[in-house]
């Protein structure tokens, strides 16, 4: 049953390190975007606008985290689909079985006159 | 001379222009005049025309008057008018600013360009602008870098500013941090409680699968997997998240092609309703499992309907006649069954269990959704075997087998009571006069015999062919079988009766076997049964009277003159006596009080 799901796992493995990745990088980058000594203002402002990239790309990171957690649980459900559905119930038969002899007593039922 | 004159006018009348009155450009022109017109109807236009609003044009302004005297309609098409200008607005100022924003990204991709191109030609003259191209010669914008003496006050200036940049940068950035993890969790909350639901659902026993048409959204699937190829589609609901996260599943009242509806089975007698069918559903409730199994409930119905008019399509020449809404089965000259569909009815409407119509209707109505999953199984199964050979025909489906067997029943139940009906007034004449006779009636002889085991047996046993069987005996030795057997198909189309009489040959000379197809004919010859076995009883009465040639006519032994006749009709058997050139005298026991029997009117001769 992992057979099939092997490939599908292993880029979800992927994605969830490549993320991770992401996430500690981005960090990584604005704490060193952080201080402010000896640049001029113009080099100040770039570094302000890394820094917001820098978190937009954290919060992208995250947010397909969620979707790959989507992705998982429909894979899981997918990964088996309910077959409940074709099974035939034997207790029907029983009831047909009962209801079919009742109905061959009431039908048949001789009418006479004598 | 003449006051008025009569002025008439050469030109051609004007044809009508069909530019104009073509509907593209009504369209176009009521667009422009009232905006979207989707909620306009014939009311409301004659209340505009009356209110006297002809002038599209300053519809604001007749807005503001027409708010204080007409009030809703008004003011519904001035807000309507209101807002697509709002609508118009906004597009022009965003397409506006978007021109903006391309021409301030155009402006700084040339000066990049432009710069880069002194040093790297070819990328340069690729993304630069050809009009910067014909004004300035490529590569004559260069950079260097220049040492400054720094300036103190500038340096402090620069870092109380980057400071101040700095901070409000990580502030910031920290703000959306902080709100894209709430909303985060927020979301996961919502899909946690949606797949705990899903699951819920799906541990009822529903399949859970896409939705063919969005990717992205699960839906269930209630439909019946052998359902003809118009229901394959219909039979997925989808299960959108609503506000908090939980399932709300789409509304499914537009599947059917007849909404909410389901079957409904009436039984009708001289034109008055009898019996009617009950159609139950929990109307009200919203849980979604409930909804579910409504929707499937009326996928179910529909289908249904479906295959029945299609059926009853090609049986017309067995006396049901269809129209659009639905099916009718005509029984006997007063009686009809109606199959149409019907809404669901409200909780509280019981079956009416003293009518035995209503039972008979409720029972037809069940009757046909267990032979509509029969015929799903019966498909199963041929789906299930080896496909046949390719062929350049298609083949077409045939119908299934739900009005057939019911309306074979029905009919088979008629004729049996009708025969019963027969046989008993029969008996009874005879027995009124004394003589000897009884019936016995075997009904759906041949669905005794196979052994129910399951499901398709127990269907399969009440298809197909019905016999009865019944026996009479008649007085005079005469012992009649009669075979009643109905099959709505090849050969019979119908009923036929098969009628084997025995007996001692002497009375009558035809025995042995007699097929009829309609039911007065056997009428007939059971009366004229009853007739030739009277006249054997006569005969064996004691030797006093003689048959003549084989007919209905005895004449006395000793008399010769004396003839008696036996005539025998559905409502009596009759003996007629008479001398030549007189009146004749008839006697007649109808079945009712005991009169004379035949043996003291027989003396008095």
Known sequence: MSDPSLGVRSGLQGRVNHNLDILLKRFENISQLAPVEGKSREITAAETYQIECHASAMIRAAEDLLSLTRSLKEAWLFGQLGSELGVVDPATDENAKQVGKALQKLASKPRSSM | ?605
């Open chain 2, 1 to 605: 001379m003449n006051a008025d004159q009569l002025l008439l006018s050469l030109k051609s009348w004007p044809e009508e222009n069909l530019e104009e009155t073509s509907v593209s450009s009504l369209i176009n022109r009521i667009q422009a005049q009232r905006g979207h017109f989707r909620d306009v109807n014939e009311s409301l236009l004659e209340e505009e025309i009356a209110a006297g609003k002809d002038e599209p044009q300053d519809d604001e302004l007749h807005g503001d008057l027409e708010n204080k005297a007409n009030g809703g309609t008004a003011d519904k098409t001035a807000g309507d008018q209101e807002s697509a200008t709002e609508l118009r607005n906004a597009k022009v100022k965003m397409a506006a600013l978007v021109g903006h924003a391309l021409n301030e990204a155009l402006l700084g991709l040339d000066y990049i360009s432009f710069l880069v191109s002194l040093h790297n030609p070819e990328t340069g003259n690729l993304t630069m602008s050809p009009a910067l191209k014909e004004a300035v010669p490529a590569g004559s914008l260069g950079f260097d870098k220049i040492q400054r003496k720094p300036d103190p006050k500038a340096i402090k200036d620069d870092e109380i500013v980057s400071r101040a940049w700095k901070m409000e940068g990580l502030n910031s950035a920290a703000d959306a941090l902080l709100s894209a993890s709430e909303k985060l969790g927020r979301e996961v909350e919502k899909e946690s409680r949606y797949w705990e639901q899903v699951l819920a659902i799906r541990d009822e026993g529903w399949v859970i699968t896409r939705i063919p048409r969005e990717r992205q959204t699960l839906g269930v699937r209630y439909g019946f997997a052998e359902s003809a190829a118009e229901y394959k589609s219909k039979g997925i609901g989808a299960l959108r998240r609503g506000e908090d996260g939980s399932v709300v599943m789409d509304d499914v009242a537009t599947t059917g092609s007849l909404g909410k509806a389901m079957l409904r089975v009436r039984v009708i007698e001289n034109g008055e309703v009898k019996g009617v069918s009950v159609q139950s559903g929990n109307k009200k409730s919203t849980s979604v499992k409930d909804v579910i199994e409504r929707a499937r409930n009326f996928v179910y119905e529909d289908e249904l309907f479906f295959e029945i008019m299609r059926e009853a399509r090609i049986m017309a020449n067995q006396g049901i006649r269809t129209s659009e809404d639905g099916v009718t089965l005509q029984l006997g000259e007063h009686r009809s069954i109606i199959i149409d569909m019907a809404p669901l009815d409200d909780d509280d409407t019981a079956l009416d269990v003293h009518s035995p119509e209503s039972g008979l209707a409720q029972g037809v109505a069940m009757a046909f959704r267990i032979l509509l999953s029969y015929n799903h199984r019966m498909s199963l199964k041929k789906r299930s075997k080896p496909p046949p050979a390719l062929s350049p025909r298609k083949q077409p489906v045939p119908p299934l087998l739900l009005v057939r067997p019911i309306a074979t029943h029905l009919i088979h139940h008629q004729h049996l009571s009708h025969l019963q009906g027969l046989l008993k007034s029969l008996i009874g004449i005879a027995k009124s006069a004394s003589l000897h006779g009884e019936y016995s009636l075997k009904p759906l002889q041949n669905c005794r015999q196979p052994e129910i085991k399951d499901v398709e047996s127990a269907v399969d046993t009440f298809m197909g062919r019905l016999e009865s069987e019944a026996t009479l005996v008649l007085p005079g030795g005469w012992k009649v079988e009669i075979q009643m057997s109905t099959m709505l198909g090849h050969p019979l189309y119908g009923t036929g009766f098969t009628i084997n009489t025995s007996h001692d040959g002497i009375s009558a000379r035809l025995m042995g076997e007699n097929k009829f197809s309609s039911v007065e004919e056997m009428e007939l010859y059971l009366c004229w049964c009853l007739e030739r076995s009277v006249v054997n009883e006569i005969r064996c009465m004691g030797d006093k009277w003689q048959q003549i040639a084989q007919g209905n006519e005895m004449r006395n032994v000793e008399k010769q003159t004396r003839k008696i006749r036996v005539e025998a009709t559905r409502v009596g058997l009759s003996i007629v006596t008479g001398a030549t050139g007189g009146t004749d005298t008839r006697f007649v026991w109808d079945g009712s009080e005991a009169s004379k029997s035949l043996q003291d009117l027989l003396k008095e001769f």
